[in-house]
């Protein structure tokens, strides 16, 4: 007996690894060489194209697709109907298939509903990607990105509270304490107690 779940209108084509405790809903579709993590949430409608990897404790929202070239790894949040490509200039008549270029959706990273994540970019760790922003370039870790196309307006936290940062370049999250360190214009950093996790 499988230790995951998969409702029986979905399908998970042979050669696909899906890992123990996750859940696998409504018409979904996962193809061959995909694998997925331990303890993922897949919502209705969502497709796995072939060779993508899915860590672990990531979560995938109604009407979305992954598609051959994107990596998610662990703790991502991938919001409804969210949008990855994975060609840069398509044409009907003249396929490359198998020539993707490759997206990293990397630990912790949240992208909001409907929004688009042009290929060939990382979202960094525990970045966050406002509803209906079109990302085109790399985006540092824990960076609030918003717009079309998407820019930082500000740092969020790793439990997702916004970050203010005074003239002294360090802060402490409004909702779970952790600190933070602004590096430069274009980087923050946490600081770590030597009991927090990486």
Known sequence: ?????????????????????????????????????????????????????IGNGVKIQNNV???????????AFLGPSAVFTNVRNPRSPFPVHGQYQRTLVKRGATIGANATIVTGVTLGEWCFIAAGAVVTKNVPPYALMAGV????IGWTCRCGAILHFAEEKETVCPKCGRRYRQTDANHIEPILSPTEEK
């Open 1 to 53: 007996m499988a230790d995951y779940f998969v409702h029986e209108s979905s399908y998970v084509d042979e050669g696909a690894r899906i890992g123990k405790g996750t859940k696998i809903w409504h018409f979904c579709h996962v193809m061959p060489g995909a694998q997925i993590g331990q303890n993922c949430v897949l919502g209705q409608n969502v497709f796995i194209g072939k060779n993508v990897h």
């Open 65 to 75: 697709s992954v598609y051959e070239g994107v990596e998610v790894e662990d703790d």
């Open 149 to 152: 196309p998407a820019r930082r």
